[in-house]
DNA sequence: ATGGAATATTCCTGTCAAGGAATATTAAGA
DNA sequence: TCTTAATATTCCTTGACAGGAATATTCCAT
């Protein structure tokens, strides 16, 4: 797991850029904008972002165009494969406990 | 979703932390061995794991067993729910695509 | 009660990251 | 070419955080 995509979300407004971003490509003014940040530090949190791999840019004359980007997230779900096991066991135990007090009140 | 998870997991030794303990619960001597870490360190690693609620203690007369909780990353798991139709719509284009081309070379 | 093991906390220091303000860069249009 | 819009970068200051060293705390055994 590449701890970089853990720091990029670590940080409130890079979290709500990312969410963001969900919706579909945004410019810079327009992520400033919506999450009343002033230019520089959208441009500096997606300057972030972009090493952690989370966005991409493409350049449309003035404007640039940040995406999302989806493999470091499937990273983290991937990472996360090695914890479902375990909730689920619980859960699992869980759904064992219930089950048995139901058969117990039938009896 | 919770960034004090973000931050919590964005330190190497944390993470590691956290990894260790998928295993099951060990105690602070036996964190710091394992990971080639000072006691304190240790202890203070555990302590932001404890408060980001990403671990559990339990006395045992001298020890602390730390031990690995689930919710956390159960909410990490439901913020990607998010994303994964994205990439998932991504992958059926590419399919689809691969499909295109697996047709085209049959004709 | 005393000593030692296991753990937590404190203090200090250096590093890094974030916001503000100003400035540089780049491209389009008059 | 000059202006303006959109964006990036730099400099500065401040606050957070990590490691090291030392110390405090807590519990057991003698």
Same mark, same amino acid.
């Given at each position: 797991?590449?701890?970089?995509?853990?720091?990029?979300?670590?940080?409130?407004?890079?979290?709500?850029?990312?969410? =963001? &971003?969900?919706?579909?490509?945004? $410019? @810079?003014?327009?992520? #400033?904008? /919506?999450? !009343?940040?002033?230019?520089?530090?959208?441009?500096?949190?997606?300057?972030? =972002? &972009?090493?952690?791999?989370?966005? $991409? @840019?493409?350049?449309? #004359?003035? /404007?640039? !165009?940040?995406?999302?980007?989806?493999?470091?997230?499937?990273?983290?779900?991937?990472?996360?494969?090695?914890?479902?096991?375990?909730?689920?066991?619980?859960?699992?135990?869980?759904?064992?406990?219930?089950?048995?007090?139901?058969?117990?009140?039938?009896?």
């Amino acid at each position: 797991m590449d701890i970089g995509t853990f720091s990029a979300l670590a940080e409130p407004n890079r979290l709500r850029i990312v969410e =963001l &971003l969900a919706h579909g490509p945004l $410019t @810079v003014g327009e992520i #400033a904008e /919506r999450l !009343n940040l002033r230019q520089p530090q959208a441009s500096k949190h997606l300057r972030v =972002l &972009l090493d952690a791999r989370l966005v $991409t @840019v493409h350049a449309d #004359a003035n /404007r640039r !165009n940040y995406a999302l980007q989806m493999e470091p997230l499937q990273e983290m779900d991937a990472w996360l494969n090695n914890y479902r096991r375990m909730w689920n066991e619980r859960f699992d135990n869980l759904d064992q406990y219930l089950q048995e007090l139901q058969s117990k009140s039938q009896q």
